[in-house]
């Protein structure tokens, strides 16, 4: 199935920023909805953000809302993840998913946590850190 590869992660300054990319390769993002999530050590993955099959819709965890943005071009295999006014709490292991559906309404809701066997694509991981 597809193949996911994160990039842009990094260590930043708190207020600052960083844009994340997800690129897909093995097959197209054109049918899924994609989600971001991330993970602190010892923490629980938890679930970001999440973007429709063309974009229409976003949803954001109440923790990052009005400071990240997800955004999608499919024409490029690709889905992005601008964060802004980062946090040390923003620290952690981002990763991009894919569903094997096109929407993700009410995520984060539990129905979409990360064990859900509809996110049947998984990057490795792009660590950020946000310290001085």
């Known amino acids: 199935q597809l193949q996911l590869v994160e990039s842009g992660g990094g260590l930043v300054q708190p207020g600052g920023s960083l844009r994340l990319s997800c690129v897909a390769s093995?097959?197209?993002?054109?049918?899924?909805?994609i989600g971001w999530f991330r993970q602190a050590p010892g923490k629980e993955r938890e679930g970001i953000s999440c973007?429709?099959?063309?974009?229409?819709?976003?949803d954001y965890a109440d923790s990052v809302k009005g400071r990240f943005t997800i955004s999608r071009d499919n024409a490029k295999n690709s889905v992005y993840l601008q964060m802004s006014r980062l946090k040390p709490e923003d620290t952690g292991a981002y990763f991009c998913?894919?569903?094997?559906?096109?929407?993700?309404?009410?995520?984060?809701?539990?129905?979409?946590?990360?064990?859900?066997?509809?996110?049947?694509?998984w990057g490795h991981g792009t660590q950020v850190t946000v310290s001085s």
């Open positions: 998913a894919a569903a094997s559906t096109p929407y993700c309404a009410g995520f984060p809701d539990p129905q979409w946590g990360p064990s859900r066997l509809d996110w049947a694509s």
């Open positions: 093995g097959g197209t993002l054109d049918y899924n909805a």
């Open positions: 973007i429709s099959r063309i974009g229409g819709s976003s």
